[in-house]
Each structure stands twice: as C-alpha cells, then as structure tokens.
C-alpha cells in the first residue's frame, strides 16, 4: 500500500515498552511517538508503574527525606513531551502504606500515616536533555517531604486537639454550665455528644 506523507513536526517513530522495576513486581508501561534521526531531540509519551515496593527506588530519595523509609508500595503515572531538546512533564506519585523509621518515626506512624489514605504528588519535570539540566527524582523527593510534613502537622494538631478535650472531660465533668455564650454552649454540648 501507500503510506501518507508524513505532516511537518510529525514524529514519525512509535515506540512501545513494557519492563518490570527492577526485579520487584512492579510493571512499567510506555508508548509514544519520537524522531530518532534527528538532530534535536523529539519525542511525547505517556506511562505508567504499577504499584511497586518503594525501597526499589531507595538510592534515588535516600539522603534527601528527614527519616528513613521502611515500608510502603509507589504506583506512577506521567506524560510528556521533548522539542527542541526541551523537556516538559507531569508525574503523580501514589504511595500506599507508607512506614517511616527513626526518631520519630512510630509517632508519625501512629498519628499521621496509619489515619492518613494514599499519598498522591503531583510533580513537573523540565529541562534541557542535551545538557542533562534536570532531575525527575528531587522533584519527587523533595514533593514527599513537604506532603509528609503537612501531614505530619495536621496529625500533631489534631491529636492535640483530641487530648486537650480528653483533659477537659477528666478535670471538668461539666464545663457546659461554666460558659454563658450559647452559641459557644451548644458547641461544646455537640462536640462532647460526639465523644
């Protein structure tokens, strides 16, 4: 037959490729469009890893968390393209039954983690490929970090919260009659209901 020719900034190689992560279970998936022979780099794709033990990945955020991981599973999905040379990309990390280690390790387990569902990162990766100015793994890492310690803070906070009620409820049996605003009143009626 008689192949249509092929349109201006078209890519004109698909490619798929499919792989396991390093031994774990954990499958890769990736197709796309590229121009091997030419003299930028251009290609677009799309992917993803199915969930996969997030020590497989351990050399790539070792160093850059506060506290080492012990457990937990990391399923990824991205998309993407190169013009030019350019780089531009979105990843969203999952990461399911996330465990920490260290010093403070078993109260974030048991305050953040163990509450807390999947933790999702959204990360853009960018840069030029021909100078290899880019780094996909401290954008995931330092996007981990800063989600653990929002989480971390709204565990703390909340844990807090529920032993200074507990506090309340020990030493003031009755700390209703105490306050006259009703709008106040009702409030804390409600909130011992609930307890």
Known sequence: GIRRARRAGELPTSFALKANAANSGGKISIEGKADPLGEKINFEFSGSMGSTPIGTFSSFYAGQLPFPVTAGSIAVSSRGKAKNDILSSS???TIFGLRVGGRDGPLINRYVLSQAGPIAID???????ASGELSVS?????????ELVKLAAAGVAGKAAGMAIERIKTHAPSPVKAIPSSPVKRGIENLMKRR
């Open 138 to 146: 401290a954008a995931l890492s330092k996007g981990l970090a800063k």
């Open 91 to 93: 990843h969203r990390a």
């Open 123 to 129: 990360a853009s990766v960018g840069g030029n490929l």
